[in-house]
């Protein structure tokens, strides 16, 4: 079992380096926990990348919600994220319906469909990152949740804004059809990479409802005890984030340098104001 939750450590330690920093600031017995969490994530958020078709990524994420609810235990135990993530589920008593819940999210990542509303785009933010952050306070002993569905928001927005250009290449549009509406931009011109000032104008109002979030977070986030703040130091990149992504254009993100990224995290973790600051 140790070589499942090593495993998952480097797995998040490769493919969301901001996750793996932060659980560095839980206790020693609880990051193996986080990691594994971190780890079920990373496979159903690149289940689209690595399958390329919506039936075999369909397939994947039936896979993952038969482990969850204990139909395939011999695939489990020989899967290194399945065996740690079950670990982690009987010891931390995390429920399995949050946990379909994100993976039933995920399949909306399968299809070319355009996020439709906004409201819509808040409920897979919530079904997804919300739930991480949910769930992993829960790791570290604490009723995270009110912190954890603003802050998953605006987390999940400031990554999409950021990952705009990629979305759009894979013909997949996160940004909700009655804000592009709202400022006449076409979904057309979208995939056909054109940019334009009223497509900048409707991310700028995305990041708007970004803020928005954070601001509602800080206050939850900052009543919650001092172990379970590890869960939420990621958030710390948010606002920084957004001030960044204000002065590029939609399809000229530029992201924050690892040292920034690893110094916002530090930071916070000695300053828990920081977080939603």
Do not use: K
């Not at 949050?98 to 933010?125: H, N, V």
């Not at 928001?153 to 509406?181: C, K, M, N, S």
């Amino acid at each position: 079992m140790q070589d499942a939750f090593a495993y998952c450590a480097e797995l998040v330690r490769a493919a969301d380096h901001d996750r793996f920093l932060a659980a560095l600031f839980a206790p020693d017995e609880l990051r193996q926990a986080l990691q594994a969490l971190y780890a079920f994530n990373v496979e159903v958020a690149r289940v689209r990348e690595a399958a390329r078709e919506p039936m075999p990524g369909e397939i994947r994420l039936q896979w993952w919600r038969d482990v969850i609810n204990g139909e395939r235990a011999g695939e489990a135990q020989a899967n290194p994220v399945a065996a740690a993530l079950l670990a982690t589920i009987e010891r931390h008593g995390l429920a399995a319906g949050r946990l379909t819940a994100l993976i039933e999210a995920r399949r909306f990542d399968l299809y070319d469909e355009p996020m439709a509303t906004l409201a819509d785009l808040e409920a897979y933010a919530s079904n997804t990152s919300s739930a991480l952050f949910s769930l992993a306070g829960q790791i570290l002993g604490a009723d995270a949740e009110a912190a954890a569905e603003p802050a998953g928001i605006a987390y999940a927005i400031t990554g999409l804004v950021r990952a705009f250009p990629l979305h759009a290449a894979w013909r997949q549009v996160f940004v909700p059809a009655e804000l592009l509406d709202r400022h006449h931009v076409r979904i057309e011109d979208i995939l056909a990479g054109q940019s334009s000032a009223d497509l900048n104008a409707a991310l700028a109002a995305l990041r708007d409802l970004a803020r928005e979030r954070l601001r509602a977070a800080r206050g939850p986030m900052l009543a919650l005890p001092p172990a379970a703040l590890p869960a939420f130091l990621p958030a710390a990149l948010v606002r920084p984030s957004l001030d960044r992504l204000d002065r590029c254009d939609a399809f000229a993100p530029v992201e924050l340098s690892l040292w920034r990224r690893q110094w916002l995290i530090w930071r916070a973790a000695r300053n828990p104001a920081r977080i939603a600051g």
